[in-house]
């Protein structure tokens, strides 16, 4: 199914976006014995797709690092 119109594209981009986050997300969750709910995982998926749609994208990565960081201090 080939995508309709510009907004359908960027759902579909964005469900995207969040399934490779909570996969990455509960792949970490299970090595570290630690719950992370939807909430945090969708969060996150949004603050991504901020970073990636901003003019700033280049900081995509240091903002998950942090993220995660921040996740796995609170889970301790």
């Keep these: 199914m080939v995508p309709a119109n510009d907004a359908e ?7 995207a976006l969040w399934y ?7 792949s970490i969750s299970l090595d570290k014995d630690i719950n992370a709910t939807p909430h945090f995982i969708g969060a996150m998926s ?3 797709w ?7 994208h280049l900081y995509v ?6 993220g ?3 996740f796995r201090k609170r889970q301790s």
Excluded: C, Y
Excluded at 20 to 26: A, E, K, L, M
Excluded at 61 to 66: E, G, I, K, N, V
């Design 61 to 66: 990565f240091p903002f998950l690092a942090m």
């Design 50 to 56: 901020a970073q990636i749609g901003s003019e700033n």
């Design 20 to 26: 490779s986050v909570g996969q990455t997300i509960d």
């Design 46 to 48: 949004e603050m991504l």
């Design 68 to 70: 995660l960081t921040h």
């Design 9 to 15: 594209k960027e759902e579909r981009l964005k469900a």
